[in-house]
């Protein structure tokens, strides 16, 4: 069993991004892994703008990137790039924050124009941190995620479709690694 921190980058309470991760997140429990959820947006606002790395509430979610095993990036894309809330956090993070670790990548927005937002703007920046490996990540269209007025969350099917395999491919990337440190550590 691995530990997944599950990284909500959305600066809006009744996010989409948030709740297909959290959605993910059930799916990555239901494989034996132990998730661990972070909304960017629940950390002070001043320690973030402030870059105040000794603020207990950014050294504890240092700490929660640390003792992850992987790590579960979803952000909203907002003219081209992944959210400036996400950014706050990861500047605010050791520069190697994600070494040894498995990070799978997702993405939501309006249009389909955004769609390299991962590979051009977030992988970068994920991949200078020192991950042993990124799994290829997704990107959602907004309008084939719906919350009802149950708060239950629907995903389009050829989303969800997409979105299992990437999340199955990332939980096998994971269980590899895990074995393997087991194995010689």
Do not use: C
Request: no cysteine; charged share 15%; glycine share 8%.
């Amino acid at each position: 069993m691995a530990t997944i921190l599950s990284v909500s980058g959305s600066p809006s309470a009744t996010s989409r991004t948030a709740r297909l991760l959290r959605h993910l997140d059930q799916r990555l429990v239901a494989q034996g892994h132990e998730v661990v959820p972070l909304d960017v947006r629940t950390l002070p606002p001043e320690a973030l703008l402030h870059a105040d790395f000794r603020h207990p509430a950014i050294a504890e979610a240092t700490a929660l990137f640390q003792r992850a095993d992987g790590v579960v990036i979803g952000t909203p894309v907002y003219k081209a790039a992944y959210s400036g809330l996400l950014k706050a956090l990861l500047d605010l993070l050791p520069q190697y924050a994600l070494t040894g670790k498995t990070v799978l990548p997702l993405a939501t927005g309006g249009t389909t124009a955004h769609v390299l937002a991962i590979d051009y703007a977030l992988r970068p920046v994920l991949n200078s941190m020192g991950p042993a490996h990124i799994t290829p990540g997704w990107f959602t269209l907004d309008k084939e995620i719906t919350v009802g007025d149950d708060g239950a969350l629907t995903v389009a099917p050829a989303a969800a479709e997409a979105l299992a395999q990437v999340t199955d491919q990332f939980s096998r990337a994971l269980d590899g690694r895990t074995t393997l440190l087991a194995a010689t550590g």
